[in-house]
C-alpha cells in the first residue's frame, strides 16, 4: 500500500457533520500548501465534489460493496499517488455497512482495509457526560478499529465544551477539537 498518511472522519451516525469537518480539513490542508487526496467511503457522488473543490483534486470513493474489500487499497493508493495526506470522509455511522452483511462496507471495514486512524466526529447538542459513554462504546466495540481522537461538533457554549471535555478526559481518547453550533451550517 502506498506509504500516505492517512486519516478516516467518521462519526456515530448521520447528520453529525462528517462532510463539514473533513471538507473544512481537506481545505485548510490544501491551504498550507500541501497535496491532499480526499476519499468518500460509499457510493456518494456529491461528496467527492466538496473534497474536489476543497483539495483541488479529483474526489474519490472508496466501496468495499460495489468494488470488493481487495480492491479498496489498491483505489486508493492510486487515489493518493503524490500527495502528503489522505482524508477518507466516512459514510452514516462509523460501524454501519452493507444492510445484512456485517461490516461490509462500513466506515470501519474501510479504515481497518486502510490501517487508517479514525477521528469520530460527535454532535454533542443536549449532551455532556453521556458524551464519554457514547465514545467509549464506539472506541471499545471493535478492537481493529483506532480511534485517534474525538471532534466535538454543535457545542453551545465555553461552559458546554468544558463540561464536554471533562467528561471525555478518563475515555483515553483525546480531543481534537471542538465546533459550536452555526445555524448557517
Sequence with gaps: MVNVPR????????????????????AAFAARGLAVSGHKVGPDYIDPGFHTL????PGRNLDAYMCGPE????????????????????????????SGLGELASTAHVAKLLRAPVVLVVD???????VA?????????????RIGGVILNKV????HEALLREALEESGVPVLGALRRAEGV
Design 71 to 98: 480492491l479498496i487499497a489498491p483505489l486508493f493508493a492510486h487515489g493518493a499517488r503524490g500527495c502528503g495526506l489522505a482524508v477518507v470522509e466516512g459514510v452514516m455511522g462509523l460501524y454501519d455497512g452493507a
Design 156 to 159: 453551545g457554549s465555553d461552559r
Design 124 to 130: 454533542a447538542s443536549s449532551q455532556s457526560r453521556s
Design 54 to 57: 476543497a483539495t483541488g483534486r
Design 7 to 26: 486519516l478516516v472522519i467518521a462519526a456515530p451516525s448521520s447528520g453529525s457533520g462528517k462532510t463539514t469537518v473533513a471538507t473544512g480539513l481537506m
Design 133 to 145: 459513554a457514547l465514545v467509549h462504546g464506539f472506541a471499545s466495540w471493535d478492537t481493529e478499529v
